[in-house]
């Protein structure tokens, strides 16, 4: 009989990789919704960015047509242009993306994940 005992057991290695394993997994599932959000605020930076050097009042109507030209060109399908808001804020304006998003894990385990981008346009 030994005296003393050497490495891990399979069950052991089953312990300890088995939560690693699932933190891949939801690394790996939540990598295209945090990129999406990161082409999000990219657009709306680079919107608020080019109202920034315009002069006179903000026309929301040409807001909303910029971030649509923007979302086409990044592919982003979720926010809609049509769900930022483009509001009064003090003395300029400003534009937030307030949206969720839902994943879907395993079984009937899922993430919800709330995003908010405020810039402000002048």
Known sequence: MRNRQRGVTFIGWIVLLAPM????Y???VLTPI????FRVSKAITEVGTDFKGSTGPIDKARFKEQLE????IESIENPKPKDIQL???GDGWAAEAAYDETVQLFGNVSLLISFDK????N
């Open 21 to 24: 394993a699932i933190m891949v």
């Open 26 to 28: 939801v690394g790996i």
């Open 34 to 37: 945090y990129l999406n959000y």
């Open 87 to 89: 509001r009064r804020d």
């Open 69 to 72: 030209k923007r979302f086409d």
């Open 118 to 121: 405020t810039v402000t346009l």
